[in-house]
């Protein structure tokens, strides 16, 4: 990842899709239209500048977002708008793909620390200071030619290509300590430093208690998104070197061992999409995994999960060296079957990675479950069973079962055969 040296100047034509061009030429025609000023900021300007895509469109509007994102639906097919008056912000959702986030540009003031913020409309120079990192308080004006000067108060710039993240202001940590845990998320993901005085800010932050300010839900929502980052093994190396792991649970460990893990799942990324796995949670159930089991409970009540997926999850997660020897042992489609479908798909694709290169004949069976007998469907149904003189009875499940386990195991019979069997 290289900043070009000295360029200050983006063409937005070299930048972005056609898709999003046709976005901010609309964007440009109701900004000109009201006689308020756009930009785009934040992650998108720094993506840019690293010659990263981002998917998330960030807009300041010096002047009301609000009554903007209204005037802007009129002319782009967006599936809705959502306005929040108290932060004068709103959300265009223009299709499961695309959001944009316009906000009013304004300064922030906190009653407290940690509270959330007091809105004031401001200049897009005071925005881009109540900003978090230098990095990301960058601006492009959307205008004319789309051919735009960064706009950077701050040295953005200089610090992406110094690799370093920075604060714009002393009290940046007191003021939102989820940034904290942001600042090791974006260092992490961009191999990147953090700035010296960052560096004690932080360090401060983190031993006068800052994160202990935060209200859970917002700290287990900082967590959630570093765990869900694509290579997220940098950052919560950095988690556990400034003890902020210890927030979810001071028992928690992150070894050797357990970096090795997070290390093979980042490679099975692929996994998460085709099994709809929420990515965050594997990687949690990988730092949870040396707790006790009351320990390992009080953490997922702590994240608020359900009497039945703790009951579902502590089963998997406490019990996986046993699984594993169980599935050592075993064979047939419906033995893999009964063991592996009373466990979360999450510890599943847990146990497939560490039984890869250790015991590879488990892993096979892990890999045949996931895409050969997970989903597999029933030929033989209730209707069949009256059909053939089976009455409907107390064991009348238990037959259905047994049908079922016989095409597990007999994958091509038709049903006909399965009947007759
Ligand atoms: N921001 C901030 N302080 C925070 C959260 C966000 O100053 N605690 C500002 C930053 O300028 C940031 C922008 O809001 O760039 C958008 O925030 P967000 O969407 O969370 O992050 P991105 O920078 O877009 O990064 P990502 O690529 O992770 O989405």
């Given at each position: 990842m290289e900043v070009l040296?000295?360029?200050?100047?983006?063409?937005l034509k070299e930048v972005f899709s056609t898709e999003l061009l046709v976005l901010l030429k609309k964007i440009e025609i109701v900004s000109k239209k009201r006689g308020e000023r756009v930009f785009l900021v934040g992650g998108i300007v720094r993506d840019s500048l690293l010659g990263i895509w981002s998917k998330d469109i960030d807009i300041v509007v010096e002047g009301d977002a609000i009554n903007f994102s209204l005037e802007l639906k009129k002319t782009i097919d967006a599936e809705k708008v959502i306005t929040y008056e108290k932060f004068k912000t709103a959300v265009l959702v223009i299709d499961s793909k695309i959001k944009i986030d316009l906000a009013s540009s304004r300064v922030e003031y906190y009653e407290y620390p940690a509270s959330l913020p007091i809105v004031e409309n401001s200049t897009i120079k005071e925005d881009m200071y109540r900003r978090d990192f230098t990095i990301n308080s960058m601006a492009l004006e959307i205008e004319g030619n789309f051919s735009s000067e960064v706009i950077d108060f701050y040295n953005g710039q200089e610090d992406l290509k110094n690799k370093k993240i920075k604060v714009l202001h002393n009290l940046s940590f007191i003021d939102d300590p989820t940034r904290i845990i942001r600042a090791l998320r974006f260092a992490g993901r961009y191999k990147f430093d953090l700035e010296k005085k960052t560096e004690i800010l932080l360090k401060d932050g983190i031993s006068e208690g800052?994160?202990?300010?935060?209200?859970w839900p917002r700290l287990k929502q900082e967590f959630k998104i570093l765990f869900d980052e694509k290579n997220s093994m940098r950052a919560i190396c950095l988690l556990d070197k400034y003890n902020i792991l210890e927030e979810i649970h001071p028992m928690i460990k992150c070894n050797e061992k357990t970096l090795e893990k997070i290390k093979k799942i980042e490679k099975v990324g692929k996994f998460f999409e085709i099994f709809k796995i929420e990515k965050w949670l594997i990687i949690f159930f990988i730092l949870l995994e040396n707790l006790e089991k009351n320990e390992f409970n009080q953490v997922l009540i702590k994240f608020d999960f359900t009497n039945k997926q703790i009951k579902k999850y502590n089963y998997g997660i406490l019990k996986k060296t046993e699984i594993l020897e169980k599935i050592k042992k075993i064979d047939l489609n419906s033995e893999i079957y009964i063991i592996l479908?009373?466990?979360?798909i999450e510890t599943i694709v847990i146990l497939m990675v560490e039984s890869q290169n250790s015991d590879e004949e488990s892993y096979r069976k892990i890999k045949k479950y996931l895409f050969e007998i997970k989903d597999v469907k029933p030929k033989i149904r209730g209707e069949d069973l009256i059909k053939k003189g089976?009455?409907?009875?107390?064991?009348f499940k238990s037959k259905l079962n047994y049908y079922f386990m016989l095409q597990l195991d007999?994958?091509?019979?038709k049903k006909i055969e399965l009947l007759n069997f």
């Open positions: 040296e000295g360029i200050k100047i983006i063409d800052y994160l202990k300010k935060l209200s479908n009373k466990i979360s089976i009455k409907p009875n107390k064991f007999n994958i091509h019979l």
